[in-house]
């Protein structure tokens, strides 16, 4: 089985650099553009999808729905792949953390992520590590032998989870690998064994 795994297309935050987080923020145009491409890229690849999962925000939703032409109502939307949550922070640019010593908190998360420690309603590492593993183990790989091509749409900071739990590298190396906005990461799973086939490629 093929398992398929994207972060959504851009959307105006992303432009700017502000963290999203659990707002409930819509594709720009741009990103509307990217998720349309990457469909018909794959359809040229010959990858077709016979299941679609979408966290439940809209930017991962409509990602879903144009990339894979499946309807909105025909997406499995599942809260373990939710991006995580920045507490206060969310809505923020670099800039506006650099110079607010109050959220001086969450400088860790993307330069010593071993080292961070979540406050003012911020989700732990921990916490997204657990419910993205749930999600492997208790979904996925219930659907060996059920379908052959998957694909989950996320968010950059889930999908560093998702794929964490695969590769196994260390919460250290948490940020190793970067996204772009609809960049594709495949995972196998045969036997009972996950595998990460390659990461971070655009179809277009």
């Known amino acids: 089985m093929n398992i398929y795994i994207t ?24 990103g509307i553009e990217q998720a349309r491409k990457t469909g018909e890229g794959l359809r040229r690849a010959g990858i077709s999808f016979d299941i679609v999962y ?44 650099k110079r607010r010593k109050e959220l001086s908190w969450f400088n860790d998360f993307f330069d010593a992520p071993e080292k961070y420690e979540p406050r003012d309603g911020a989700e732990p590492f ?18 060996e032998g059920k379908a052959g091509n998957v694909l ?4 950059g900071g889930a999908l560093q989870s998702l794929l964490l739990h695969i590769d196994k590298r260390s919460l250290r190396d948490y940020w190793k690998v970067s996204f772009q906005n609809c960049a594709m990461n495949l995972v196998t799973l045969e ?13 277009e």
Do not use: C, Y
Request: no cysteine.
């Open 7 to 30: 972060r959504h297309g851009q959307t105006d935050w992303n432009t700017v650099w502000k963290l999203q987080g659990r707002t409930d923020i819509a594709l720009n145009a741009t």
């Open 191 to 203: 036997r009972g064994v996950f595998r990460l086939e390659w990461t971070s490629r655009l179809f």
């Open 54 to 97: 979408s966290s439940p925000l809209k930017r991962a939703l409509a990602t879903a729905e144009i990339m894979s032409g499946f309807p909105r109502g025909a997406i499995r939307t599942d809260e373990r792949i939710i991006e995580l949550s920045f507490g206060s922070a969310e809505g923020t640019t670099p800039e506006d953390r």
């Open 126 to 143: 921990s916490s997204s590590l657990s419910r993205t593993a749930d999600f492997w183990e208790n979904e996925i790989r219930a659907l």
């Open 152 to 155: 989950v749409v996320t968010h």
